[in-house]
Structures are given as C-alpha cells and as structure tokens.
C-alpha cells in the first residue's frame, strides 16, 4: 500500500477510481500517514498488529452498532404486520 500512495495525488486519484473507498474524517494527508503508519509495523512483533486489528475491529463494531439499531426499528416499524 505504501508504494501506492506517496502523497494526496495518489489518495485523490484512488478515491477518484473508486480504489480506495474510505470514511475518514480527516483530510487526504492524514490519510496518507494514516496508511504509512500502518504499512511500517514490524511483521516480527505479532502482538502489536493484534493490538491495530482489535482497534479496526472495535471502531468498526462501534459505528455498525447504531446502523443496525436504526435498521431493527425501521423493519419493526414498516413491516411488522400484514
């Protein structure tokens, strides 16, 4: 990934193509240190990219939460009956 993106170009140019599709908040240069910083942990250190998964997996888990939530009542709502 980092020789994919050396700078906000690159991030423009992906999102642009539709290769890169992410929600982040921040602007195209954090993205860009965002993906270095990810890209430079050490293989060698398994517990340390357990540490980065179990973060993704929790952001992720935090904002599908209230989707779902909001999908529950929509069905219970629109479609509980005949």
Known sequence: MSMLINGEEDVKE??????????????????????????????????????????ISTYFKSKSLPLIVAFSEVKQRYFSGP
């Open 14 to 55: 992906l999102r642009a193509k539709g290769i890169l599709q992410v929600i982040f908040n921040a602007g195209d240069e954090e993205l860009v240190q965002f993906l270095r910083n990810i890209t430079a942990l050490p293989e060698s250190n398994p517990q340390a990219l357990r540490h980065v998964k179990q973060q």
